[in-house]
T-cell receptor, first 116, second 109 residues
Framework: DAGVIQSPRHEVTEMGQEVTLRCKPI?????LFWYRQTMMRGLELLIYFNNNVPIDDSGMPEDRFSAKMPNASFSTLKIQPSEPRDSAVYFCASSLSFSGGTDTQYFGPGTRLTVL | TQLLEQSPQFLSIQEGENLTVYCNSSSVFSSLQWYRQEPGEGPVLLVTVVTGGEVKKLKRLTFQFGDARKDSSLHITAAQTGDTGLYLCAGAPGNQFYFGTGTSLTVIP
């Protein structure tokens, strides 16, 4: 398997622009997670899906952020409008299950977002 | 305040030395995981501990889960340059999943 695939790997945009990050999970995995990693806040869970349905989006910072999973093999994280404080590395991860934190999450290589 | 606090935040040691990093919380976890993240990559799971007092060994790495299930430690024996990376503990108290603050380890040849 190719693992979790994320695109683009790097994104540089200007404040106010819309940004769309993409993720293809490992085939057969029922759970998909979006994380954000910064030096100040570390690695934070933004939202996760089970069978394409959003389960918990309490980590999404504000209404400018939205995530969708139209099918089992594709998810997007959109920021509109983007702000400089959104600059971070965004990771997508997938897992077979999610029960009490014992499951293995497989992470993609991340998208490094820079908002100027 | 982070739910999972790790110490030290940064650690730089010579190859061959031993080290221990810690993961502490005021909350009880049913299990804790340790991940290692190398520069430019996503975290990779090393181990999951599920029983209070449990000790797991992975070659030169020894993981321990505290008796009260509020803390964990990672001990590396005879560190190698390949051990360099960011070590993260993680757990799920409920529906959310939290990563610790991380320990950045540099092993100098």
């Amino acid at each position: 398997d190719a693992g979790v695939i994320q695109s683009p790997r790097h994104e540089v945009t200007e404040m106010g622009q819309e940004v769309t990050l993409r993720c293809k999970p490992i085939s057969g995995h029922d759970y998909l997670f979006w994380y954000r990693q910064t030096m100040m806040r570390g690695l934070e869970l933004l939202i996760y899906f089970n069978n394409n349905v959003p389960i918990d989006d309490s980590g999404m910072p504000e209404d400018r952020f939205s995530a969708k999973m139209p099918n089992a093999s594709f998810s997007t994280l959109k920021i509109q409008p983007s702000e400089p404080r959104d600059s971070a590395v965004y990771f997508c991860a997938s897992s077979l299950s999610f029960s009490g934190g014992t499951d293995t999450q497989y992470f993609g290589p991340g998208t490094r977002l820079t908002v100027l | 305040t982070q739910l999972l606090e790790q110490s030290p935040q940064f650690l730089s040691i010579q190859e061959g030395e031993n080290l221990t990093v810690y993961c502490n919380s005021s909350s009880v976890f049913s299990s804790l995981q340790w991940y290692r993240q190398e520069p430019g990559e996503g975290p990779v799971l090393l181990v999951t501990v599920v029983t209070g007092g449990e000790v797991k060994k992975l070659k030169r790495l020894t993981f321990q889960f505290g008796d009260a299930r509020k803390d964990s430690s990672l001990h590396i024996t005879a560190a190698q340059t390949g051990d360099t990376g960011l070590y993260l503990c993680a757990g799920a108290p409920g529906n959310q999943f939290y990563f610790g603050t991380g320990t950045s380890l540099t092993v100098i040849p």
